[in-house]
T-cell receptor, first 113, second 114 residues
């Protein structure tokens, strides 16, 4: 079945540092890929998405590129801020699964001033 | 923008009692809603898909009689944890999708069973 694997956390960075959170997936066909962010005490918010190979999703300075050849969708940001502290989830929606999402384990990011 | 409201945001109940969690789409109609469960420091696990006007579709390993789902209208789905036990303590999150639109998540409900 479909699965998503994220790098283990927690990740602690200083403000303005470069961020990478690795995400790889297993799925048949061509799934859609997502990054969600969960701020403390809140639900999930869609951060960015990509629906086909080589697509790049971007939002709020975050980027991720859909790499079919490496089955990856790594999240990056060039300069993190304290307000980026949150839990980040990589997720996929398979070709036949409709709106059902399969999530990775989540990565806790803490950015210190 | 589209919002999904979950209520309550947190609840504490005694073992053996039942707890109902509501999920509402505030400004759109959702024929399908999803219920997830999140254990501490773990990912979200899909429990069931709630379909308006019909029975919910449960994921493998989820007890239908334990987690009752009712989707009586296009804007409301409820999850009832029946005869709750401490192992049911968790963070429950619902999501709803606009027609041809993105998924929206509620803020979640923290359930603690004592």
């Amino acid at each position: 079945g479909d699965s998503v694997t994220q790098m283990e956390g927690p990740v602690t960075l200083s403000e303005e540092a470069f961020l990478t959170i690795n995400c790889t997936y297993t799925a048949t066909g061509y799934p859609s890929l997502f990054w969600y962010v969960q701020y403390p005490g809140e639900g999930l918010q869609l951060l960015l998405k990509a629906t086909k190979a080589d697509d790049k999703g971007s939002n709020k300075g975050f980027e991720a590129t859909y790499r079919k050849e490496t089955t990856s969708f790594h999240l990056e940001k060039g300069s993190v801020q304290v307000s980026d502290s949150a839990v980040y989830f990589c997720a996929l929606s398979g070709e036949t699964s409709g709106s059902r999402l399969t999530f990775g384990e989540g990565t806790q990011l803490t950015v210190n001033p | 923008g589209a919002v999904v409201s979950q209520h309550p945001s947190w609840v504490i109940c005694k073992s053996g009692t039942s707890v109902k969690i509501e999920c509402r789409s505030l400004d759109f109609q959702a024929t399908t809603m999803f219920w997830y469960r999140q254990f501490p420091k773990q990912s979200l696990m899909l429990m069931a898909t709630s379909n308006e006007g019909s029975k919910a579709t449960y994921e493998q390993g989820v007890e239908k009689d334990k987690f009752l789902i009712n989707h009586a209208s296009l804007t409301l789905s409820t999850l009832t944890v029946t005869s709750a036990h401490p192992e049911d303590s968790s963070f429950y999150i619902c999501s709803a999708r606009q027609v041809l639109g993105p998924l929206h998540f509620g803020n979640g409900t923290r359930l603690t069973v004592t």
